[in-house]
Every structure is written in C-alpha cells, then in structure tokens.
C-alpha cells in the first residue's frame, strides 16, 4: 500500500474513495476515475467496470449491526466508509485485526490532510483479485 493524501474535497466530488483504490492498489491517483463523483449515479458499477479491466472486483459489506465478524485473515486491508469529522462520508483504509481477543478494525490511512479518520464504519469495501478456474470462468 501506497499512502495518498485526496486532491478533491466536498460532499458531491471529493475523491476520498478513489484515493484509497489508488493507494491500496499502489497506483497514482491520477490514474484512478473519481467513482463517486457527482455525476456517476452508479458508482459501484463504475469501479466494478475498472476493477474487471485488470483482473480484480469489490465486495461492499454494509454494517448492520456490532459487534461485526468478518471472515478475512488479521491483518487484511479494506476501505471503510462512514461518517467523518466534517460531516460528510468519507472514505479510509483499515485493517481488519484481532486484539484483545476482539475482531476490530484498526485506522491505517485517512486519505483527508487532517487525518481525523471516521466515526463509525457504514461501509467495508475489499478489493479482490478475480480468480479464474482451469475452463476460463471465474
């Protein structure tokens, strides 16, 4: 992973999101779209598109209730998405970690220049490298 500080901010364009893709993925920001933009009314399907282009996809997990188990080895890296300091969603990298004989997740990178993280988690995206079997289906 490659910590990136976001270059846009706000509640309708700020590409919180897309800066933890390119950082997760070791990758400049400016080679990363901005998913969540305001015009992009389906994101996901968005980021799901340019993930296939090479050879990975997103599972997003919404947070229903605590405490949450997440079947992924300690130490696996997600972006959380939840309520910021400033009001808004915002998007960051944890990593997924057991301590005290607890399941949490643990603030890794806040891509924001004021490094408050999130609240709360709503959101639990994992970026996934696209298996394909032996009869070239995935």
């Known amino acids: 992973m490659t ?6 901010f706000g509640k309708q364009n700020g590409n919180c999101f897309a800066t933890c893709v390119a950082s997760l993925l070791d990758l400049p920001l400016s080679e990363v779209p901005n998913f969540c933009a305001e015009e ?3 994101w996901f399907a968005l980021l799901q598109q340019w993930l296939g282009e090479r050879g990975l996809f997103a599972i997003e997990l919404k947070m229903v209730s605590e405490p949450f188990l997440c079947p992924v080895p300690d130490g696996t890296l997600a972006i959380l998405t939840g309520m910021g300091a400033r009001g808004l969603l915002h998007s960051v990298i944890g990593s997924y970690r057991l301590r005290a004989e607890q399941h949490v997740w643990e603030h890794v990178h806040d891509p924001h220049p004021d490094d408050t993280f999130i609240d709360d988690v709503q959101n639990i995206t994992f970026i996934v490298r696209a298996a394909v079997s032996d009869t070239g289906t995935a």
């Open 3 to 8: 910590p990136q500080k976001q270059t846009i």
């Open 40 to 42: 992009n009314d389906d």
